[in-house]
């Protein structure tokens, strides 16, 4: 089973509960943990399609 999976949160929610953890690794584990007290999480079920042009352009360090 593939676990990666993009997380896209309010901007507000993610201000909440402090947004992502400062090390490079599993950074994301306090955010995921922040948002289910807030409420829940909801699989989208259409593809959501992402502009490659800015990846493109500014890097992946720079948009990751």
């Known amino acids: 089973m593939n676990w990666e999976f993009p997380l896209f949160v309010e901007g507000s929610s993610q201000v909440k509960v402090g947004g ?7 950074e994301e584990v ?4 922040g948002i289910r007290q807030l409420g829940y999480f909801q699989s989208l079920r259409e593809a959501m399609l ?4 800015c990846w ?3 890097g992946w360090w720079c948009r990751t």
Not at 20 to 26: E, N, R, V, Y
Not at 30 to 33: D, F, K, Q, Y
Not at 50 to 53: A, F, G, T
């Open 50 to 53: 992402v502009d490659s042009r």
């Open 56 to 58: 493109r352009q500014d």
């Open 30 to 33: 306090p955010l995921v943990r």
């Open 20 to 26: 992502h953890a400062s090390w490079p690794l599993f």
